[in-house]
């Protein structure tokens, strides 16, 4: 009885595990606009990126300002690789990045081991 | 535009002043600190046509680039007592878009952090209103300092929790091992459950203070959705602290007497283990950014300028486009520029990676950061602060080592479902070992599902190529190499032809004497001085070439009277009351010189791919000379270089078929591509690419710039100062060959320190997590401790990082070191 108990347990932690990490889509936030047209979103970096889903319009400049908020050197640097940027974050100070999505689509953000994710998306 | 007070994007129709209606404000707040001090914010530019003024915010570049907001760094002079910090803060705080002043007395130093990007100026202004002067602190050596000294206090706080947990350890040790050590209380005596007590006490501070960092780490991974190696070192010893506090204080639970047991030791050791392991990988990595140190480290600090005919030394960010900088033996030359008098032997080599110093002379262009060895020189200052090509390098190589190498792409896919992988395998052990495993198999259940938790190792797998390309980028730089990124880096290793552009790279691309011949009377010596003598003035490029020629010979050379240039033929001029005239045989025949016996000498060295021109003197053949294109003295060394790498070595050039062979075989070309005109140099390289090569390019950077775009790796030749850093994948800051080879070798040296990581790496993962959960036990009966997959792990990423380290050991190989 308690085998078949610990299994379901088990099951369903698996299943959770799952939902979690890969199945449950984050909403996202919207990013601002500035005066100059450029949408901007301020990102806090600790443990991950926050938010970690940015929505923006394709085809209009975008700027990312990071601000690290801990010690930890995994997230010393930030990566999007699809724009062939990356920025040193030093702790405590914004550091802005800035592209433009040309087409709609999601483009990833991460520190240089690929551990802390974010995204873009453009619609 | 910009709101003057804080520097925050407004839209406009937003809150103006009068008076003012250029200017926009964010908030109410700025427009009344506005209205009180607009000289503070805002200067008049221009007045309109209607007389009225046009004002401009002030809030200069310098703060622009500041991105908004930031911490600022100012040095505060004038603070006699501890009174004064606090009207240094106050003052500093009530700046709008400051939201935080802190100033250190014994630093004489002042922090502000700015949500907005404040002018420095307006914050200089705050202080000096209070009192006291204020300036900004140098950014660069102020943050690399800052790091330093950050990543050192978090080395020491690990070590310190390190030693704790380990201290915390031993007892634990000896406590859990009744049938290995002797005088341990019986199982199941008071006496040991006592002890069992006091360990659970003693471990709550190793699992809170020594291991915090792993369950902050993984709350704050979790509440991004994702799970790192804090979440497995955090899941793991936490699991196994609460089986055995349970067992303890609820004995009850476990009906069973064998599941009465206690897994302290795990907490601690495993705990300890991993610390330590952080901090040797922490100091580790410190070590691979030790090249892009070493190139921060060769700024000058200091300056020392003519400012109205006295030497004064200066700040080196002081230093203006146009100061005249004076320079000593021994001093570092603080900015780029250009001789202006003296002479001097200078070391370029932590630029260039040349070992040889070079010589300066009027006229020619000096490196930042490069040091002065013999003579004083003078020269002009012709780039300062972020435009030197020091400061471009450190851009580019921090940038570089910012990207990713394409293999890195593979592994990011892999490791984004890695860890929550790892917890399904951990809930998957621990439900067959508690369906099928021996008695008691809950034990068995919990400790193997500890051990999975524990060996898997993430970082491993993140650290293998970024660190590499770290070391590699890094290395690269130190030798003259800039790298622009891991693509190009990793591309490089896979290179089978190398194509080389002929002019400014195989040769120096400035003309020099070849050949001279004399006539009858005359001797070579005489011939070559004659003709120097009238090209004296010339500023031809043949004429100046056959001066140098001259003057390295040590000839003392007359002044020439009468100079005259006959365009397209040559010129005319009066030497040592001699008339001397050199150029083509039609300019001999117009002057009546009858030259027939030069002209088979003329077709020879035409054949060649020389330049010759006739000399005559009074009428009469007296010589002829020669001047060409001339090999740089280590083609043909980096040529074999790069043969021995087992490359194919094209060369592209206008030349002529013959004359291009003969350049080829002289410096060992495999395959020559002549008279190919400037712009059909791209197409000669897709058609290579097209025969299914994978084809570098090496050029000038300028004129080649198609061609090295359409190459798979395009390597662009630096000379001087004038690097085209912008044209190339990889810029040869050295203008010789012999980078092409070093950089294959480099990258190849690179791509086999990734591999060997990243194979490493997920042999230790996909071998020891099976292991971990006891995939041997059924067979063999071994089962793996959870303190040995805690050292396991522990060690697995200082291994990786220390394997990249390596690398630092790079050196190009040299004719000599290979057999």
């Given amino acids: 009885m308690d085998v078949i108990l610990v299994n379901l347990a088990g099951l369903s932690l698996i299943g959770l595990i799952v939902w979690y990490f890969w199945l449950s ?45 801990e010690a930890d050197p995994c997230s010393e640097r930030v990566v999007l690789d699809a724009f062939g940027l990356s920025a040193e974050l030093p702790q405590g100070s914004n550091v802005p990045v800035e592209f433009t999505p040309r087409e709609a689509g999601s483009y990833e953000f991460a520190c240089q081991m690929g551990m802390l994710r974010g995204k873009v998306v453009a619609t | ?165 380990a201290l915390v350890s031993l007892p634990v040790i000896y406590f859990s091992y009744p049938e290995i050590f002797p005088g341990v209380p019986e199982k199941g005596s008071t006496a040991l459950w006592w002890i069992w007590v006091a360990m659970g006490i003693v471990t709550i501070p190793v699992l809170t203070w020594s291991g915090s960092q792993f369950f902050t780490g993984a709350w704050a991974a979790s509440r991004h959705r994702s799970a790192n190696m804090h979440t497995l070192i955090a899941t793991g010893i936490s699991a196994a602290w609460l089986y055995s506090t349970v067992a303890v204080v609820a004995p009850g639970f476990f009906p069973d007497e064998m599941l009465r047991d206690v897994f302290y030791d795990v907490t601690a050791v495993v705990t300890a283990l991993v610390v330590l392991g952080t901090a040797l990988e922490l100091r580790a990595r410190a070590r691979t950014s030790e090249a892009m140190k070493k190139l921060i480290g060769l700024q000058a600090k200091t300056a020392r300028v003519l400012r109205e005919g006295t030497e004064v030394d200066i700040p080196v960010n002081e230093v203006e486009v146009g100061d005249v900088v004076v320079v000593r033996p021994g001093e570092k030359i603080p900015v780029d520029g250009q001789v202006v008098s003296g002479s001097s032997a200078v070391d370029e080599s932590m630029v260039t990676g040349e070992p040889i110093p070079v010589e300066k002379t009027e006229g020619t262009t000096v490196i930042g950061a490069t040091i ?42 892999v490791s984004g479902y890695f860890v929550p992988a790892v917890l399904i395998i951990a809930v998957a052990t621990f439900m067959t070992w508690y369906t099928f495993g021996p008695s008691p198999a809950l034990v068995y259940a919990v400790i193997t599902m500890v051990t999975v938790l524990v060996i898997a190792c993430p970082c491993a797998l993140g650290l293998a190529t970024p660190t590499s390309l770290m070391v590699g980028i890094g290395k690269g730089a130190e030798n003259g190499i800039l790298i622009r990124s891991g693509d190009a880096l990793e591309t490089a290793h896979r290179i089978d032809t190398v194509v080389v552009d002929k002019t400014g790279t195989i040769t120096r691309g400035a003309p020099s004497l070849t050949d001279i011949i004399a006539f009858e009377k005359y001797t070579e010596d005489e011939v070559l001085r004659l003709a120097a003598s009238a090209e004296k003035g010339s500023e031809h490029p043949l004429g100046e070439s056959i001066v140098r020629a001259a003057a390295e010979r040590g000839f003392v050379l007359s002044d020439p ?27 001999m025949a117009d002057r009546g010189v009858s030259a027939g016996a030069a002209e088979t000498r003329l077709e020879e060295l035409s054949e060649q791919g020389k330049t010759a021109m006739v000399v005559a003197v009074d009428g009469e053949l007296a010589g002829v000379v020669a001047v060409a294109d001339t090999l740089k003295e280590d083609s043909t060394e980096a040529i074999a270089r790069l043969h021995r790498l087992g490359l194919e070595v094209v060369m592209l050039t206008g030349d002529n078929h013959r004359t291009a062979k003969a350049i080829g075989d002289q410096v060992g070309i495999d395959r020559v591509l002549a008279e190919v005109l ?16 994978t084809v570098a390019m090496v050029g000038d950077g300028i004129n080649d710039a198609p061609a090295l775009a359409q190459a798979d790796v395009g390597l662009a030749m630096g000379t001087g100062t004038d690097v085209a850093m912008e044209s190339g994948d990889v810029t040869l800051v050295k203008g010789s060959l012999t980078g092409v080879a070093t950089s294959i070798e480099l990258s190849k040296a690179t791509m086999r320190n990734i591999h060997q990581n990243l194979v490493g790496a997920f042999a230790y993962n996909t071998l020891g997590i099976p292991i971990a959960a006891g995939l041997l036990y059924p067979a063999f009966g071994i089962l793996l401790s959870p303190l040995i997959a805690g050292a396991a792990m522990a060690f697995s990423s200082v291994t990786v990082v220390s394997n990249a380290n390596r690398l630092r050991r790079f050196k190009p190989t040299h004719r000599e070191e290979v057999s």
């Fill in chain 2, 1 to 165: 535009m910009r709101d003057p007070v804080c520097g925050m994007t407004v839209g406009a129709g937003g809150r103006t002043v009068d008076g003012y209606p250029e200017l926009g404000f964010c908030s109410e707040h700025c427009r009344t600190e506005f209205s009180a001090h607009p000289e503070r914010y805002a200067r008049r530019t221009d007045v309109d046509s209607m007389g009225s003024e046009i004002f401009e915010a002030r809030v200069d570049d310098r703060a622009m680039s500041m991105a908004g907001s930031d911490s600022i760094h100012l040095s505060v002079e004038g603070m006699t007592c501890a009174s004064c910090v606090s009207t240094v803060e106050k003052a500093l705080s009530s700046v709008p878009g400051v939201i935080d002043a802190r100033v250190n007395f014994a630093a004489n130093s002042a922090t502000v952090d700015t949500a907005v990007a404040v002018p420095i100026s307006v914050l200089t202004e705050a202080v000096a209103a209070a009192g006291y002067r204020a300036e900004e602190m140098e950014e660069d050596i102020d943050t690399s300092d800052a790091e330093r000294v950050e990543s050192e206090r978090r080395y020491r706080l690990l070590m310190r929790k390190f030693w704790f947990a």
């Fill in chain 2, 372 to 413: 002065n060895r013999t003579g004083s020189f003078r020269f002009r200052a012709t780039r300062v602060g972020r435009d030197t090509m020091l400061a471009q390098i450190i851009r580019m190589v921090r940038d570089a080592q910012g990207s990713k190498a394409p293999i890195q792409r593979t592994v990011d896919k």
């Fill in chain 2, 678 to 693: 400037p712009d059909e140099k791209a197409t000669q390289i897709k058609l290579l690419q097209a025969e299914g090569k």
């Fill in chain 1, 25 to 69: 889509k984050p909403t996202g936030t919207l990013a601002g606009v500035t005066g100059d047209g450029v949408q901007e979103a301020f990102i806090v970096v600790k443990g991950g990126y926050s938010p970690d889903t940015i929505r923006v319009s394709a085809g209009r400049p975008v700027r990312l300002v990071f601000n690290r908020q």
């Fill in chain 2, 561 to 587: 009277d009468r100079f005259s240039a006959v365009p397209g033929h040559g010129i005319e001029a009066v030497v040592d009351d001699r008339r001397v005239v050199l150029g083509t045989l039609k300019l």
